[in-house]
């Protein structure tokens, strides 16, 4: 029942909705207890021979006129109860989204993706479905069921109805005790779903990998046992649910012989008439739906409640990265000042960067080399509050980057990460994501800097191509380059490419830095990456080795140094001839 204190924000919002629907369940109830009073009349007048034509003819029209108005009110009652509960879905997953949005990193290497997916369906799910199903059948098992009691009582007889009912607390003792054991089993098949979902995602993410270590075979069995027992969960639930109704019939049946033989008796007595019996019995019919809507009840206000207490955890759950709400919200512009004396991820005991200390004036460019695993990727993190719990500065304009408000930060950002991410619509969407107003000259002039508009021709739909999965299959220099024109198009203040141009040939990839030098006079870059020869005309060169910087400079300088970047970047020219004398 707590579940309703705790939705009590919600009842009040919708109290007008949920008013009404009780309200129009109440009438409706008592509408209801007149077809049975009035069948046991006409069986009455039967008996006695007084019934006339036209006495019938009225008795008729008030039952068809009954049905009409259960017809309505049924109606009534529906669009305002289940019209609630779908708000309050609506509402609770909005709620839900807008929360993960909010999480940081360390959130979401605390939960896996599976067990959101199943809060965010299932348990959305079961929460709706307190507001919903949970409101009705309890105002309607409660209300109908207790007119009806009080109509057997009045219209036939006190003693008749408490026989009669004997049978009933056991139905609830049964219940209850039913209820637990399909609480427990909900939760495993809950926990199994889970497992699923995981599952799923993970192939699907590493079906790669899967298929070149020829993992298939065992994969898939993986996956068929995980399901196995997921449906052997959902049968425990489903075996708990069918259980009820055999026992609902049970304690029907008894009181239905009671009633017989004790209504029989106070016939013959002359205590009631055979109509009153008949209308007695018809009242019984009417209880059996408010016993299976009281077992129902409690599932379903069960499952919500575990539901809501597992969503509350989560929305509970706060980021690290606090947000400044009176923070600057302009978009960051100016110099960056970079000061971090360590930093280690959060639950890792590695260094990940030691004194990393650089400067990158407004307009200028700056170039970060070094081996896969050295901290380059990490270095940009940072500069994008990905992790706050660092010691050291990061500033941006002199103020702290934490002095900003999220959106004003990261709106002056356009970040290109190595493992680029196209959505599922057309290429001319995914470029103009940022600005969906962009014209269609100004996605063309931006695809053309970022050297793929050729290729976009040459798809089938051009322009109108869809990626992803319905879509073209791209190469991964065109999907890089595609992802260079989508941050391109905003102009962001700072432009990060992270490793973005790995698989776009030298070529190209100079092409491409040629545009930007042009088009981003005056704006500030960063160019993380493993080639050299990409940062050439960077103002200045950093080189990261285990999260250290070991050398610094520009080009020239780096070259003069003889060091790691020099080795390096006389080692990559050679490949780059010898793989170019090979063509
Ligand atoms: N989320 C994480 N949790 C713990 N360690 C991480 C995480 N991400 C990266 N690392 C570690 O930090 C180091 C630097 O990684 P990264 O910045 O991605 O390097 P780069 O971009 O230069 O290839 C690596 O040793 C990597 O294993
Ligand atoms: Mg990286």
Same mark, same amino acid.
């Given at each position: 029942?707590?579940?309703?204190?705790?939705?009590?924000?919600?009842?009040?919002?919708?109290?007008?909705?949920?008013?009404?629907?009780?309200?129009?369940?109440?009438?409706?109830?008592?509408?209801?207890?007149?077809?049975?009073?009035?069948?046991?009349?006409?069986?009455?007048?039967?008996?006695?021979?007084?019934?006339?034509?036209?006495?019938?003819?009225?008795?008729?029209?008030?039952?068809?006129?009954?049905?009409?108005?259960?017809?309505?009110?049924?109606?009534?009652?529906?669009?305002?109860?289940?019209?609630?509960?779908?708000?309050?879905?609506?509402?609770?997953?909005?709620?839900?989204?807008?929360?993960?949005?909010?999480?940081?990193?360390?959130?979401?290497?605390?939960?896996?993706?599976?067990?959101?997916?199943?809060?965010?369906?299932?348990?959305?799910?079961?929460?709706?479905?307190?507001?919903?199903?949970?409101?009705?059948?309890?105002?309607?098992?409660?209300?109908?069921?207790?007119?009806?009691?009080?109509?057997?009582?009045?219209?036939?007889?006190?003693?008749?109805?408490?026989?009669?009912?004997?049978?009933?607390?056991?139905?609830?003792?049964?219940?209850?005790?039913?209820?637990?054991?399909?609480?427990?089993?909900?939760?495993?098949?809950?926990?199994?779903?889970?497992?699923?979902?995981?599952?799923?995602?993970?192939?699907?993410?590493?079906?790669?990998?899967?298929?070149?270590?020829?993992?298939?075979?065992?994969?898939?069995?993986?996956?068929?046992?995980?399901?196995?027992?997921?449906?052997?969960?959902?049968?425990?639930?489903?075996?708990?649910?069918?259980?009820?109704?055999?026992?609902?019939?049970?304690?029907?049946?008894?009181?239905?012989?009671?009633?017989?033989?004790?209504?029989?008796?106070?016939?013959?007595?002359?205590?009631?008439?055979?109509?009153?019996?008949?209308?007695?019995?018809?009242?019984?019919?009417?209880?059996?739906?408010?016993?299976?809507?009281?077992?129902?009840?409690?599932?379903?206000?069960?499952?919500?409640?575990?539901?809501?207490?597992?969503?509350?955890?989560?929305?509970?759950?706060?980021?690290?990265?606090?947000?400044?709400?009176?923070?600057?919200?302009?978009?960051?512009?100016?110099?960056?000042?970079?000061?971090?004396?360590?930093?280690?991820?959060?639950?890792?005991?590695?260094?990940?960067?030691?004194?990393?200390?650089?400067?990158?004036?407004?307009?200028?460019?700056?170039?970060?080399?070094?081996?896969?695993?050295?901290?380059?990727?990490? %270095? &940009?993190?940072? !500069?994008?509050? /990905?992790? *706050?719990?660092?010691?050291?500065? =990061? #500033?941006?304009?002199?103020?702290?980057?934490?002095?900003?408000?999220?959106?004003?930060?990261?709106?002056?950002?356009?970040?290109?990460?190595?493992?680029?991410?196209?959505?599922?619509?057309?290429?001319?969407?995914?470029?103009?994501?940022?600005?969906?107003?962009?014209?269609?000259?100004?996605?063309?002039?931006?695809?053309?800097?970022?050297?793929?508009?050729?290729?976009?021709?040459?798809?089938?739909?051009?322009?109108?191509?869809?990626?992803?999965?319905?879509?073209?299959?791209?190469?991964?220099?065109?999907?890089?380059?595609?992802?260079?024109?989508?941050?391109?198009?905003?102009?962001?203040?700072?432009?990060?490419?992270?490793?973005?141009?790995?698989?776009?040939?030298?070529?190209?990839?100079?092409? %491409? &830095?040629?545009? !930007?030098?042009? /088009?981003? *006079?005056?704006?500030?870059?960063? =160019? #993380?990456?493993?080639?050299?020869?990409?940062?050439?005309?960077?103002?200045?060169?950093?080189?990261?080795?285990?999260?250290?910087?070991?050398?610094?400079?520009?080009?020239?300088?780096?070259?003069?140094?003889?060091?790691?970047?020099?080795?390096?970047?006389?080692?990559?020219?050679?490949?780059?001839?010898?793989?170019?004398?090979?063509?």
């Amino acid at each position: 029942m707590s579940i309703f204190r705790k939705l009590a924000w919600f009842f009040k919002e919708e109290k007008k909705s949920y008013f009404i629907g009780v309200f129009t369940l109440v009438i409706l109830a008592l509408i209801q207890l007149f077809p049975p009073k009035i069948i046991g009349i006409i069986v009455d007048s039967v008996a006695d021979k007084t019934l006339t034509a036209k006495s019938l003819a009225s008795w008729l029209s008030i039952l068809i006129l009954s049905a009409v108005l259960v017809y309505c009110l049924r109606y009534v009652w529906r669009k305002h109860i289940w019209g609630g509960a779908a708000r309050l879905e609506k509402l609770m997953r909005k709620k839900l989204f807008h929360h993960f949005t909010q999480m940081d990193q360390n959130f979401y290497q605390k939960y896996r993706t599976g067990d959101l997916m199943a809060h965010a369906t299932n348990d959305i799910n079961a929460i709706q479905n307190v507001a919903g199903a949970g409101v009705l059948t309890f105002a309607d098992a409660f209300i109908s069921g207790v007119t009806t009691v009080i109509a057997m009582i009045i219209f036939v007889d006190p003693r008749l109805t408490l026989i009669a009912l004997l049978p009933f607390p056991l139905l609830a003792y049964f219940s209850s005790k039913l209820g637990d054991k399909m609480h427990e089993a909900f939760k495993d098949s809950q926990a199994a779903f889970s497992k699923i979902n995981d599952k799923t995602q993970e192939s699907i993410t590493g079906i790669k990998v899967i298929k070149t270590f020829g993992q298939e075979k065992e994969d898939i069995e993986d996956f068929q046992k995980n399901i196995d027992y997921s449906i052997r969960m959902n049968n425990k639930v489903n075996n708990l649910d069918a259980m009820f109704d055999p026992l609902i019939t049970l304690v029907i049946g008894m009181s239905y012989v009671i009633s017989i033989i004790l209504g029989g008796y106070l016939i013959v007595q002359g205590e009631i008439s055979i109509g009153q019996l008949v209308t007695f019995f018809n009242y019984i019919g009417m209880l059996v739906w408010p016993m299976f809507a009281i077992g129902r009840f409690f599932n379903v206000i069960q499952r919500g409640n575990a539901s809501y207490d597992r969503v509350y955890g989560l929305m509970q759950e706060k980021s690290h990265i606090k947000e400044m709400k009176t923070g600057i919200k302009t978009p960051a512009k100016g110099d960056i000042d970079y000061q971090i004396s360590t930093f280690k991820y959060p639950g890792s005991e590695e260094q990940v960067l030691k004194d990393v200390h650089f400067s990158l004036k407004e307009g200028n460019t700056l170039g970060i080399v070094g081996k896969t695993g050295a901290g380059k990727t990490t %270095i &940009l993190k940072l !500069l994008m509050r /990905e992790y *706050d719990d660092y010691e050291g500065n =990061i #500033s941006i304009n002199s103020q702290r980057i934490q002095e900003y408000t999220l959106d004003g930060l990261l709106h002056s950002i356009g970040y290109v990460p190595q493992d680029h991410f196209l959505f599922s619509m057309t290429v001319r969407d995914n470029i103009r994501f940022g600005m969906p107003e962009a014209s269609e000259e100004k996605v063309e002039q931006i695809a053309e800097e970022a050297v793929v508009h050729q290729d976009i021709l040459g798809f089938s739909e051009g322009y109108d191509t869809m990626v992803g999965e319905r879509g073209v299959s791209l190469s991964g220099g065109q999907k890089q380059r595609i992802s260079i024109a989508r941050a391109l198009l905003v102009q962001p203040e700072l432009l990060i490419l992270d490793d973005a141009l790995s698989a776009v040939d030298a070529k190209t990839e100079e092409a %491409i &830095l040629n545009n !930007l030098r042009e /088009e981003r *006079d005056n704006k500030t870059t960063i =160019i #993380s990456t493993h080639r050299l020869s990409s940062v050439k005309h960077a103002n200045e060169i950093i080189v990261v080795d285990e999260g250290n910087i070991i050398e610094r400079g520009n080009h020239d300088e780096l070259i003069a140094l003889n060091g790691w970047y020099k080795k390096m970047f006389d080692y990559q020219q050679l490949e780059q001839k010898i793989e170019g004398g090979a063509r």
